[in-house]
């Protein structure tokens, strides 16, 4: 089974500022990597597949990169409606598995 | 308006079982893979189960294989989740997800199991 470790657990940035999120995995997955948003009360919300292709109605401000094992998801002027968690999920060989999310909270 | 609604959640006792639903609305149900995905209180998500598009072919996590049984009715644009020997570590908001390249593009709001005496 192929883990994903994101970094940090938490992350506190003021609004207006760039947030940068990673995640590892602990084999090769090409580009098969996936990000989610989830607000409390809410399902997960697809932001990008591929590691790096937004998924329909997701802002510019949102962006992937990455392959292989080490991805990146940055937001570039975080919105009020962006302090949630996020997950990042990979698609590659095996159970499809998520990492253990990192909180984006207002600083 | 693509909708997936879940149903069938509630509480059950410990070795007890349960039959999930989902009924999807606004989109062609036969031509996708569908999963359930399960989210405990305060964790991650966690895939559990899989589905092909015409039900040929299914996968289980081996947290829950040989007890969970997934299927789907094309015909009612439904897909099921059975449950049976159920305990505590099963207890979580169950989705019902859409499957387009092997990422989860569509969620339901999800449906509460809760697994306790």
């Known amino acids: 089974e192929i883990l994903l470790t994101q970094s940090p657990a938490t992350l506190s940035v003021s609004p207006g500022e760039r947030a940068t999120l990673s995640c590892r995995a602990s084999q090769s997955i090409s580009s098969d990597l996936a990000w989610y948003q989830q607000k409390p009360g809410q399902a997960p919300r697809l932001l990008m597949y591929g590691a790096s292709t937004r998924a329909t109605g997701i802002p510019a401000r949102f962006s992937g990169s990455g392959s292989g094992t080490e991805f990146t998801l940055t937001i570039s002027s975080l919105q009020s409606e962006d302090f949630a968690v996020y997950y990042c999920?990979?698609?590659?060989?095996?159970?499809?598995?998520f990492g253990q999310g990192t909180k984006l909270e207002i600083k | 308006e693509v909708q997936l609604v879940e149903s069938g959640g509630g509480l059950v006792q410990p070795g007890g079982s349960l039959r999930l639903s989902c009924e999807v609305s606004?989109?062609?149900?036969?031509?996708?893979?569908m999963h359930w995905v399960r989210q405990a209180p305060g964790k991650g998500p966690v895939w559990v189960a899989r589905?092909?598009?015409?039900?040929?072919?299914?996968n289980y996590a081996d947290s829950v294989k040989g007890r969970f049984t997934i299927s789907r009715d094309n015909a009612k644009n439904t897909l099921y989740l059975q449950m049976s020997s159920l305990g505590a570590d099963d207890s979580a908001v169950y989705y019902c997800v859409r499957d387009p390249a092997g990422y989860f593009d569509l969620w339901g709001r999800g449906t509460l199991v809760i697994v306790s005496s």
């Open positions: 606004g989109i062609t149900f036969s031509s996708y893979w």
């Open positions: 999920q990979h698609y590659s060989n095996g159970p499809k598995t």
């Open positions: 589905i092909d598009n015409d039900g040929s072919s299914t």
